[in-house]
C-alpha cells in the first residue's frame, strides 16, 4: 500500500508543480515577476524528480535498499536545486515589492547559498552510502536553514507592510516546509516513520506554487 500510494502522490506532485510552473512561464504575458515564479516552480518540480523518480522506481521494484546510490545522487541534486529555488524566490521578494536597494541582503543571500552548496559538494557527506553521517546532514542544513529563515521574514515583513493578501501566506507555507523537514533530517535514521513527514513538506511547497499561480491568475482577470 505504501508503494501505490506514496507513487501516486509523487507523480501527482510531480506533475502539478512542473505544469503550473509552465503554464505560469507561458501565461505571465511579459510580467517578470510571475515568470521568475514560473521558473522557480520548474526548478522545484524538476530538482525533486531526481530524488522522487528512482524512490518510485524503487518502491515499485526491489526496494529501496536496492537503489541507495541513485536515491544518493537524487538527494544530492534536490539539495542544490532546493537551494536555487530559495535564491530565484529571493529575487521574486525583490521584484514583488519593487527593493532596490539591498545589496548587502542580496550578498547574504548567495553567500548562504555558496556555503549550503560547496557544504553538499563535500565526499564527507557519503550521497551514495547507505550510512551517511548525520553531522554532515546537520552541517549542510545550517546555511540552508539560515537561508529560509531570512526569506521566511522578508515575506512576512513586506506582505503585512503592503497589505498585500495574495502573498500574505507565503511566510508561513516555508515555515511550514522547514518544520516538517527538519526532524526528518535529524531523526529519520532513527525513527524511519519521521520520513513520512515529507509528505506535508511536499503540501508546503505545492501551497507555495499555488499562492504565485493564484496571484497571477487574480492579476490578469
Known amino acids: 500500500m505504501q508503494a501505490i500510494g506514496e507513487t501516486i502522490f509523487d507523480i501527482v506532485y510531480l506533475i502539478l508543480v512542473i505544469s503550473l510552473g509552465i503554464r505560469m512561464i507561458r501565461s505571465s504575458n511579459g510580467n517578470k515577476q510571475y515568470r521568475l515564479f514560473g521558473i522557480t516552480a520548474v526548478v522545484l518540480g524538476c530538482g525533486d524528480a531526481f530524488h522522487l523518480v528512482p524512490r518510485v522506481i524503487a518502491l515499485c521494484t526491489t526496494g529501496l ?46 553567500i548562504l547559498a555558496a556555503a549550503r552548496i560547496i557544504l553538499c559538494l563535500f565526499p564527507q557527506n557519503g550521497w551514495t552510502s547507505a550510512a551517511a553521517p548525520l553531522s554532515w546532514g546537520i552541517y549542510r542544513n545550517i546555511p540552508f536553514a539560515l537561508l529560509g529563515l531570512l526569506i521566511i521574514v522578508l515575506f512576512y515583513k513586506s506582505a503585512r507592510k503592503n497589505h498585500d493578501t495574495e502573498f500574505k501566506n507565503m511566510w508561513l507555507t516555508i515555515v511550514l516546509s522547514f518544520g516538517f523537514y527538519i526532524p526528518v533530517v535529524l531523526f529519520a535514521d532513527q525513527i524511519p516513520m519521521i520520513g513520512m513527514l515529507m509528505i506535508p513538506k511536499t503540501c508546503a511547497y505545492v501551497w507555495t506554487v499555488l499562492i504565485g499561480y493564484q496571484a497571477m491568475k487574480k492579476e490578469q482577470q
Open 65 to 110: 535498499e536496492n537503489y541507495t546510490a541513485a536515491l544518493g545522487i537524487g538527494k544530492f541534486v534536490t539539495s542544490i536545486t532546493m537551494t536555487i529555488f530559495y535564491v530565484i524566490l529571493y529575487h521574486v521578494w525583490r521584484m514583488r515589492y519593487d527593493v532596490k536597494d539591498s545589496k548587502n541582503l542580496t550578498v547574504l543571500v548567495y
